[in-house]
């Protein structure tokens, strides 16, 4: 059974930073593009950024690019979010996932498999 389990989230000041990790498991993700979507409440669940298997490509969503890091390791079949300069606009649960192929923007009716969420919340 795959399993992708998020941990590092948490409340902090606004500029302040977080660093978001999620573990894989259940099969090879060889192949996979792994990224991070967020939702607030009452907003639908927004793409944040995506690195390709081999690691060499990585995508971010407008609002969070220059402040928001994503990398992988593969032997440990985890990725990374590293969040800085955050803002309160920036609370949300978020959301690990992963897609079969090179994608540049995870939209979550294409998803292979989530993660449960980890809460972030910035406040000002």
């Known amino acids: 059974q795959v399993h992708l389990v998020e941990s590092g989230g948490g409340l902090v000041q606004a500029g302040g930073s977080l660093i978001l990790s999620c573990a894989a498991s259940g099969r090879t993700f060889s192949g996979y593009t792994l990224g991070w979507l967020r939702q607030s409440p009452g907003k639908e669940r927004e793409f944040v950024a995506a690195i390709s298997w081999g690691g060499d490509s990585t995508y971010y969503a407008t609002s969070v690019k220059g402040r928001f890091t994503i990398s992988r390791d593969n032997a440990k079949n985890t990725v990374y979010l590293e969040m800085n300069s955050l803002k309160p606009d920036d609370t949300a649960v978020y959301y690990c996932?992963?897609?079969?192929?090179?994608?540049?923007?995870?939209?979550?009716?294409?998803?292979?498999?989530w993660g449960q969420g980890t809460q972030v919340t910035v406040s000002s």
């Open positions: 996932a992963a897609e079969l192929g090179h994608i540049s923007v995870l939209i979550p009716a294409r998803v292979d498999y």
